[in-house]
């Protein structure tokens, strides 16, 4: 059984300022627990039902994972899902630090202020998906450990670097890496053969990339409409499949 | 004010079984409003705060479209969003024919079993964006003119053909056109050179193209992931972004 002070701990996570402090944050679900048992994230402490323990042991006594039952009642009390499944843990955030030395062969996702935990999360497993190792985003984003995020990322959060830095920090005049941005005015994506390496900036979904950011853009780009007419823009997170899926191509 | 009648009316077209018989679906917002008046669907009727009306009243003339005024509670009263916002119209449903003329020069979609209203939603808006004149839905889809479908089209329902159809009764043995399909085991589509026309069927969330489809599709394609050992897949919105902008890539 749950004590008072247990649940007191764990519901202090679902809010951000407890989860700065601690360090810490949720996972939930079997989906979300294969993935962080096959990545190396610290686990401070799992929540399970009976029948998930049963068949998790190995892992968790391979793992040292200090593990609790817990009844369906109990998880819906901890759980911040709708319809919460058989596990919650508690594990360690991380810091990385940004680190360029791949910028000349690589591409980086740079997210200038993605507000939607939907859309973060989801740039985040399309970043894993098309092998880009590092996003890095702005202070003005939405917080990476916010639960929706790391749902929404399907256990990516755990295979790809994640930092935080402001975008003029990263850039001088002698970096002579490309940094893209979408921009209506930009050159077709189709057709832009440096493409390959460097930082791609992807912008806010209401005001596009920042003021600030904007003389930062060496390279303007778009994905063209089929038809010029076109009164509608592309949501950030599809506009990054369009974009992480050309940079993909060229290396394929 | 909204008669009691009115409010019976409007919130009955909530449930599907009752836009299904009426034929009707609901519409919300200014930017839909925008979509609405810019496309030749029937409008039945409009109820609109004030200051909307004000604005409007030229267009909702031009198109002799009755309009009501309520306030901002009643709004609440007949909304389905959790933030009401200026305007709610009711216009006619459309049952379009499947048109394949074109099939040996365009890309058609087919939806096999869609069931979230936000990837359909999607999948219209990216359709649009990338020139795609016609989307086929499965009957098991979930229903077009779902509110949630509706507003995550962003007005592109307005601007493409949306019908329904068993996809065998669309392909004989002499068709010849190609109908691809994404496969685990399929050809990486960057090096797919056909991919120019046909049929491209995107499967259900869960489970994919579903068994009775699976013997019609002609070319099996899948978007290469990064690495060869990466367990998860992308998502139906996600893939149709990918494979889309590879078919515009090849026309423009």
Redesign the interface.
């Known amino acids: 059984m749950l004590s008072k002070n247990q649940l007191k701990n764990i519901t202090s996570l679902h809010t951000k300022k407890n989860r700065d402090e601690e360090q810490l944050f949720l996972i939930e679900g079997e989906k979300m627990m294969e ?1 962080l048992f096959r990545s190396d994230f610290r686990t401070e402490m799992v929540f399970a039902q009976e029948d998930w323990i049963e068949k998790n042991e190995a892992q968790l006594g391979r793992k040292k994972i200090p593990c609790q039952p817990v009844t369906e009642a109990e998880l819906k009390k901890i759980s911040l899902l709708s319809a919460p499944n058989k596990v919650l843990a508690i594990a360690g955030q991380r810091r990385g630090e940004v680190d360029l030395a791949k910028v000349g062969s690589e591409l980086y996702l740079y997210l200038d202020a993605i507000r939607d935990p939907g859309n973060m999360g ?1 740039i985040i ?2 970043a ?5 190792s590092q996003v890095i985003c702005s202070p003005d984003c939405v917080e990476l450990y916010n639960p929706k995020v790391v749902q929404s990322t ?3 959060i755990f295979s790809i670097r994640v930092c935080e830095a402001v975008l003029s920090d990263l850039i001088s005049d002698k970096t002579g890496f490309p940094v893209f941005g979408a921009l209506l005015d930009g050159e ?1 994506i ?2 832009k053969d440096n493409f390959t390496s460097g930082i791609l900036v992807i912008g806010n979904e209401s005001n596009g990339i920042s003021e600030k950011n904007l003389p930062l853009i060496s390279d303007r780009v778009k ?5 010029e007419n ?3 823009s ?2 950030a ?2 506009a990054t ?2 974009f992480l ?2 940079y ?2 060229r ?2």
Chains 1, 2 share one sequence.
């Open positions: 993935e989801t497993r399309l894993h998906w098309f092998g880009v399907m256990g990516s077709n189709y057709g994905i063209p409409p089929a038809a076109h009164a509608e592309l949501n997170a599809m499949a369009v899926s050309e993909l191509r290396k394929k």
